[in-house]
T-cell receptor, first 115, second 111 residues
Framework: DTGVSQNPRHKITKRGQNVTFRCDPI?????LYWYRQTLGQGPEFLTY????????KSRLLSDRFSAERPKGSFSTLEIQRTEQGDSAMYLC?????????????FGPGTRLTVL | LAKTTQPISMDSYEGQEVNITCSHN???????ITWYQQFPSQGPRFIIQ???TKVTNEVASLFIPADRKSSTLSLPRVSLSDTAVYYC????????????FGDGTTLTVKP
């Protein structure tokens, strides 16, 4: 399968714990995006990378959230001191970037439940 | 940011053509229009993208009038498996954070 993959698919944690999610983009894609989606809403942009550089962050990305993309390949999204309001689906997408190929392709998401 | 407005829900029957319209009155010159389909507990799946006039692929057509303030996704001969949420996304292809998803249109296809 050459699509975007995300791990884990589901995560249940207790309030106050730290969690980390991983995203593996399509191999030739140099752009990688993170979104958050709550029930009944469309995806909300969190941040995006061009290769290893984090170029944009949403106001939704509080100090407890951090994302990295070492070496411009996979990316991790960490949430520290989780709160119940962090419960959501976290989606990753990737795209070629620039020119005519900037369509975003999404992974299956990681569903986070904070108890 | 270009805000989009879509109907919250639509019903159809198998075999019918479905047209979902998205309004984007403040679309910018460089913005493209992209439609995604999303099933429960899955990530959005790209359907079609366009800038103006008409675009057609193997699954859908996208109609964009000259003023580009709206767009219509056309799904020919829908089946039960087309029941999903459809999102219209407007944004500059090379400016990722400036694209915003609305709340989508829930399409229910009935037998």
């Amino acid at each position: 399968d050459t699509g975007v993959s995300q791990n884990p698919r589901h995560k249940i944690t207790k309030r106050g714990q730290n969690v980390t999610f991983r995203c593996d983009p399509i191999s030739e894609h140099n752009r990688l995006y993170w979104y958050r989606q709550t029930l009944g809403q469309g995806p909300e942009f969190l941040t995006y990378f061009q290769n290893e550089a984090q170029l944009e962050k949403s106001r939704l990305l509080s100090d407890r959230f951090s994302a990295e993309r070492p070496k411009g390949s996979f990316s991790t999204l960490e949430i520290q001191r989780t709160e119940q309001g962090d419960s959501a689906m976290y989606l990753c997408a990737s795209s070629l970037g620039g020119g005519s190929g900037d369509t975003q392709y999404f992974g299956p998401g990681t569903r986070l439940t904070v108890l | 940011l270009a805000k989009t407005t879509q109907p919250i829900s639509m019903d159809s029957y198998e075999g019918q053509e479905v047209n979902i319209t998205c309004s984007h009155n403040n679309i910018a010159t460089n913005d493209y229009i992209t439609w995604y389909q999303q099933f429960p507990s899955q990530g959005p799946r790209f359907i079609i993208q366009g800038y103006k006039t008409k675009v057609t692929n193997e699954v859908a057509s996208l109609f964009i009038p000259a003023d580009r303030k709206s767009s219509t996704l056309s799904l020919p001969r829908v089946s039960l498996s087309d029941t999903a949420v459809y999102y219209c996304l407007v944004g500059v292809r090379t400016n990722a954070g400036k694209s915003t998803f609305g709340d989508g249109t829930t399409l229910t296809v009935k037998p």
